[in-house]
């Protein structure tokens, strides 16, 4: 009875440990490895970065995404990091390297003059679906309700939004923030940003 008690001693904490953790990683937060250049310069290949799974999503905001569903060539399960351009209900368009969202102009402070217009194109979301077929019999002209417009900030290499459509909510694990051992201020502060301020 005396070894059984000291057994439940050392098992029990761990057991509650473990389920702390698990409720932490589905509900709280959650560290994830960026894989890929696709947030270069803001976020680098393998830079681990903090996932918040209750905060707002705004425009600008950089979210984890379930890519599985969302990009036909995601053929298993695949996380993507990407910046949020445009919510439900948005119009968005691109012209010579500026980004337009409800005929505003988007601030880009995340990014040089030289990234917006190398790789963005000039689209709008009508010609995007048409070009690549995302929503048949659908009307793309609105970031459809319940979704979200991503772009990755190193536009010439992304895949994003313009070749496979919108992101479902449901999709979406958290939005990121670069902790603090991160090492670029930079950077730190254009994935942490809020963006209330998107407009120019």
Known sequence: ??????????IVPIVIGLLVALLIKQFVFQLVRVDGPSMDPNLSDNERVVVL????????SVVVFQAQGVDPTATTKTDYVKRVIALPGDTVKSEDGNIYVNGKKVKQNYISSDERTTGTGNW?????????????NTDATKV????????????????????WGFVPKSKIL????????????????????EWKNYFE
Do not use: C
């Open 1 to 10: 009875m005396k070894a059984m008690k000291e057994i439940l001693s050392w």
């Open 53 to 60: 799974k209750q905060a707002t999503i705004h425009r600008g």
């Open 124 to 136: 709008t979301l009508a010609s995007l679906s048409n070009d690549h077929a995302w929503l048949k």
């Open 144 to 163: 459809p309700k319940g979704k979200y417009f991503v772009l990755g900030d190193h536009r010439s290499v992304s895949n994003d939004g313009r070749y």
């Open 174 to 193: 958290g939005v990121v923030k670069v902790p603090f051992w991160g090492s670029d201020k930079t950077a730190k502060k254009n994935i942490n940003t």
